[in-house]
């Protein structure tokens, strides 16, 4: 019943910007860490960047200065504000989610992806 869409990906040249973001729905009692992930072509998938349902964050080394994350828990919906994108970020963006369920229990939900791609 917990679904996250991703939306926001697209082609757009290096320097430009994107704004990712992934919308939590179905039967969810809270949303705890949400997460960004992504794979390029051929790689293994990485972690791109994390916030607490507190509001703390953490970037791979590779993004920070760059990409923003960020979340609205009124809307169940985390962010990820992509600037200066160079044809490195080129790959499929996943957001992932640690969904407290009405019982207590705990699990990690993951989105379809959404591509972005940079082109020099």
């Known amino acids: 019943q917990v679904q996250l869409v991703e939306s926001g990906g697209g082609l757009v040249q290096a320097g430009e910007s994107l704004r990712l973001s992934c919308a939590a729905s179905?039967?969810?009692?809270?949303?705890?860490?949400m997460r960004w992930y992504r794979q390029p072509p051929g790689k293994q998938r990485e972690l791109v960047a994390a916030?607490?349902?507190?509001?703390?964050?953490g970037y791979a080394d590779s993004v920070k200065g760059r990409f923003t994350i960020s979340r609205d828990n009124a809307k169940n919906t985390v962010y990820l504000q992509m600037n200066s994108l160079k044809p490195e970020d080129t790959a499929v963006y996943h957001c992932?989610?640690?969904?407290?369920?009405?019982?207590?229990?705990?699990?990690?939900?993951w989105g379809q992806g959404t591509q972005v791609t940079v082109s020099s």
């Open positions: 992932n989610a640690d969904v407290e369920a009405h019982t207590g229990y705990v699990f990690v939900t």
């Open positions: 179905g039967s969810i009692f809270s949303i705890n860490a």
């Open positions: 916030i607490t349902s507190g509001g703390s964050t």
